[in-house]
């Protein structure tokens, strides 16, 4: 197993340490219920450091995009509906629960032979080509 470097450590040195590590979840079914389930503890993080911790406030509302006329102008309206910071405590919880969502991703990734770092390349060269057109 290769030892994680402070600096210099890369997408496939994290894809070759997942797969590594892959014996309890080699099974796709394995994998995608795992990664389905840390998906919902990131979800999970958030909602509470907004409702137990407090620490950041969620206060939705319908984006107004009436003041834009151009869809750069539109982005510059978009809100994030968060009002407030992660507290440390929060932060770090959020921060572990992604990391084990990007572990499965990354599983998945293993396991049918798609490279991470090729899937973030060729993303973001659709989102450099389409920039705002993309929509997301």
Do not use: P, W
């Not at 389930?37 to 406030?57: E, L």
């Not at 991470?116 to 060729?122: A, G, R, T």
């Amino acid at each position: 197993m290769k030892k994680l470097a402070s600096c210099g450590f890369t997408a496939d040195d994290f894809q070759l340490l997942v797969s590594d590590m892959l014996f309890r979840n080699k099974s796709v079914m394995d994998a995608l219920t795992k990664y389905q389930q840390t998906n919902a503890s990131v979800c999970n993080s958030i909602a509470k450091a907004a409702t137990t911790c407090g620490c950041i406030k969620i206060n939705t509302s319908k984006q107004d995009y009436s003041k834009g006329n151009t869809l750069y102008e539109m982005a510059n309206l978009s809100k994030t509906h968060i009002e407030g910071k992660l507290c440390d405590k929060c932060a770090e919880h959020l921060e572990k629960e992604m990391g084990s969502n990007l572990f499965y991703l990354t599983s998945l990734c293993s396991i049918f032979d798609i490279n991470l770092y090729d899937i973030i390349l060729k993303e973001s060269k659709r989102i450099e080509t389409l920039g705002y057109y993309t929509l997301r």
